[in-house]
Nanobody, 120 residues
Framework: QVQLVESGGGLVQPGGSLRLSCVASGSIFSIYAMGWYRQAPGKQRELVAGITSGGSTNYADSVKGRFTISRDNAKNTVYLQMNSLKPEDTAVYYC??????????????WGQGTQVTVSS
């Protein structure tokens, strides 16, 4: 099985920055996509940003120009640099990864989530 562990959440003032990290571990053969989602209270989980193994990225319109997703394929790690944070960015942020495990089975895994709170 594949486990994802996120870190880097916390409390930050509006206009501040945070960097989230997510490390994937387990019997991983390859990861073809990783991404960050978020869920605010009373709202559905939404895609924030995604990145493929080749480095192609996509972002939610609400975070374009403020957030940057990147990954280190050798370390099975994905990052989310969040700048110019706004109160509406407050949510639990989840890491997601999809790929292939040893034995040629597909996997799709979620992390446990990390809280990001933007407040003065």
């Amino acid at each position: 099985q594949v486990q994802l562990v996120e870190s880097g959440g916390g409390l930050v003032q509006p206009g501040g920055s945070l960097r989230l990290s997510c490390v994937a571990s387990g019997s991983i053969f390859s990861i073809y996509a990783m991404g960050w989602y978020r869920q605010a209270p009373g709202k559905q989980r939404e895609l924030v940003a995604g990145i493929t193994s080749g480095g192609s990225t996509n972002y939610a319109d609400s975070v374009k120009g403020r957030f940057t997703i990147s990954r280190d394929n050798a370390k099975n790690t994905v990052y989310l640099q969040m700048n110019s944070l706004k109160p509406e960015d407050t949510a639990v942020y989840y890491c997601n990864a999809r790929g292939i495990v040893a034995g040629d089975s597909d996997f799709g895994s979620w992390g446990q989530g990390t809280q990001v709170t933007v407040s003065s």
